[in-house]
């Protein structure tokens, strides 16, 4: 998967899950609510996971100081 592929995946994922706190936030009943906050619990993890696979060592910090010397 590419670069882009990976925000616009990421990117739907997370809209997904802003849908599932508004799914959860207007719900009668409980099956509503607790899907609602289950799927944005999923796809806050499915993120993080992402980002961790994006830097499988913790990243460096001069790697990210590197980048931005005056």
Known sequence: MDGVSKWILNGL????????????????????????????????????LQIKRAYPHGGNLADLEEGHRH
Do not use: D, K, R
Not at 18 to 45: H, W
């Open 13 to 48: 994922v997370g809209l997904l899950g802003l849908i599932g706190l508004f799914v959860a936030s207007g719900s009668e009943g409980a099956v509503a609510y607790y899907g609602g906050l289950g799927f944005f619990g999923f796809s806050v993890l499915f993120i993080m």
